[in-house]
Every structure is written in structure tokens, then in C-alpha cells.
T-cell receptor, first 114, second 117 residues
Framework: AQTVTQSQPEMSVQEAETVTLSCTYD???????LFWYKQPPSRQMILVIR??????QNATENRFSVNFQKAAKSFSLKISDSQLGDAAMYFC???????????FGQGTTLQVKP | ETGVTQTPRHLVMGMTNKKSLKCEQH?????MYWYKQSAKKPLELMFV???????ENNSVPSRFSPECPNSSHLFLHLHTLQPEDSALYLC????????????????FGPGTRLLVL
């Protein structure tokens, strides 16, 4: 069965600095999708970034980028120039096949210090 | 604003009550999902609907009864709940169940925070 692990329950970063959140997953599939979602205190789950496993190029969205290491089954999120509004819980998620199932990690709470 | 709305945002109910959660998506999607988010636990998928048909029931107790009258609306009917059912219930939608060209990306509503007394 596929699993997603986020080993950092909490992280903190100074405003304007860079932080990296870790995510590893376990799968025997070769074709799948990976996501990072952000859940601020409002509890709204917001898509941050998406990566197709067949693409070697790492996805980027403005200040957010990923380091996708397929062989190591690692999918970390880098947030550059951290802002106070980045404070939230971040979830890594995995998706394959045509069932629609998204498998989530336990989440990492990110604190941004002014 | 993700294009997925949920009502009510907060709900307190007794164990003998019957209530319903509503989800509506304005994205033209065909697949809709219910998730449960409990404290200190990963999100758990409950139900999946595709073109109004249920395709996944993740061993959810029968006191939770989903209904999908059309591709834009999804309901979760609640009856005789237990205190351990208190959680945040999230609705999501995607273009479909397939993958590729963004179809697999799920967009979430703001959730309904449910408290069962």
C-alpha cells in the first residue's frame, strides 16, 4: 500500500529566509502525481504545487519549488523569501490510478517568525 | 476562493440529531469527494463520486450517508453520530477520476467543523 510520511511535525523559519519541508513516500507504481497543500488557520486546503512523476524537471510556483527525487521517493518543498502569510500546516499528498484517491501525510506546521 | 463552497461552516449536534452537510462546486468538475480530518490524524478519504455515481466508500459507518444529485452538488447526511465523529469535514472536486493535464488535481472547500455532543 502507498504511504506518505512527513517526518517534521513542526518547523520554523525567519521571515525572508528559506525553509525546506520534507516528504517521503512509498509506492511500487511508476506513474503518479505528488502535491503539496497548505492549510492556514482558516482550515481552507489550498493547492501549492503539483508534480508529475514522469517529469524530471522540478515544479516551481513563484516562491515555491520542489526537489523531486524519484529513485529516493522523496518530494521536498522549498519556500523562498518566507512571508508571514506562509504560516500554515503543509500536507504532502500522493495520487495514482483512476480511483481519485489522494493519500496524505501527517502534515508539517510551519511557523514564520517576524 | 477555490470554487468549492461548503455549508454550514460550523455545526454542533447531539447524538440523536439528523443534519446534513452541503458542498457545491462551480468549477465544472465531474468528481467530488468527502474527507474527514481529525486532530492529529492525516486526512481520511470517505467517499468518491464520479458523474453522480459513487465509486468509493472507504469503509465509512452507515451513520454517514452521502448523496450526489448532480455533478455540482454533494451532501453528507448525518444521523446518530458519536462524539468521536467530531472533526473537520472537507469536500473536494476534480475534473474527473483520470489523470493527466490537471484532471487529477483536487480543489477543496473550506470545510465544516462538526462537534457532536
Amino acid at each position: 500500500a502507498q504511504t506518505v510520511t512527513q517526518s517534521q511535525p513542526e518547523m520554523s523559519v525567519q521571515e525572508a529566509e528559506t525553509v525546506t519541508l520534507s516528504c517521503t513516500y512509498d509506492t511500487s507504481e511508476s506513474d503518479y502525481y505528488l502535491f503539496w497543500y497548505k492549510q492556514p488557520p482558516s482550515r481552507q486546503m489550498i493547492l501549492v504545487i503539483r508534480q508529475e512523476a514522469y517529469k524530471q524537471q522540478n515544479a516551481t510556483e513563484n516562491r515555491f519549488s520542489v526537489n523531486f527525487q524519484k529513485a529516493a521517493k522523496s518530494f521536498s518543498l522549498k519556500i523562498s523569501d518566507s512571508q508571514l502569510g506562509d504560516a500554515a500546516m503543509y500536507f504532502c499528498a500522493y495520487r495514482t490510478d483512476n480511483t481519485g484517491k489522494l493519500i496524505f501525510g501527517q502534515g508539517t506546521t510551519l511557523q514564520v517568525k517576524p | 476562493e477555490t470554487g468549492v463552497t461548503q455549508t454550514p461552516r460550523h455545526l454542533v449536534m447531539g447524538m440523536t440529531n439528523k443534519k446534513s452537510l452541503k458542498c457545491e462546486q462551480h468549477l465544472g468538475h465531474n468528481a467530488m469527494y468527502w474527507y474527514k480530518q481529525s486532530a492529529k490524524k492525516p486526512l481520511e478519504l470517505m467517499f468518491v463520486y464520479n458523474f453522480k455515481e459513487q465509486t468509493e466508500n472507504n469503509s465509512v459507518p452507515s451513520r454517514f450517508s452521502p448523496e450526489c444529485p448532480n455533478s455540482s452538488h454533494l451532501f453528507l447526511h448525518l444521523h446518530t453520530l458519536q462524539p468521536e465523529d467530531s472533526a473537520l469535514y472537507l469536500c473536494a472536486s476534480s475534473q474527473g477520476l483520470g489523470t493527466g493535464i490537471g484532471r487529477e488535481t483536487q480543489y477543496f472547500g473550506p470545510g465544516t467543523r462538526l462537534l457532536v455532543l
